[in-house]
């Protein structure tokens, strides 16, 4: 059974940082790819940034430049550092690990709320 916990979420002002961490057990890590998503309220869930177990990596254009994807393979943990956040970041964020066949699996969202 894989299990995806992230944290790292909170309220924080416009213009400041945050960064997320999401843990992951039962599977071998390295082996897939890993995502970060965000649903804001009435919105569609979207993806925010992903990185394959090679190593690539892509981002939503509203957040180029803005959040870095990363993973550390031996910790079985993928981050997202979030800077200059504005009121429009604003969603639940949730970790994603994915790969072939149907190896799909979600975390349960963190919160980030980006206000003043």
């Known amino acids: 059974q894989v299990q995806l916990v992230e944290s790292g979420g909170g309220l924080v002002q416009p213009g400041r940082s945050l960064r997320l961490s999401c843990a992951a057990s039962g599977s071998i890590f390295s082996s897939y790819n890993l995502g970060w998503y965000r649903q804001a309220p009435g919105k569609e869930r979207e993806l925010v940034a992903a990185?394959?177990?090679?190593?690539?990596?892509i981002y939503a254009d509203s957040v180029k430049g803005r959040f870095t994807i990363s993973r550390d393979n031996a910790k079985n943990t993928v981050y997202l550092q979030m800077n200059s956040l504005k009121p429009d970041d604003t969603a639940v964020y949730y970790c994603?690990?994915?790969?072939?066949?149907?190896?799909?699996?979600w975390g349960q969202g963190t919160q980030v709320t980006v206000s003043s």
């Open positions: 990185v394959t177990s090679g190593g690539s990596k």
């Open positions: 994603r690990t994915y790969g072939p066949g149907f190896y799909d699996y």
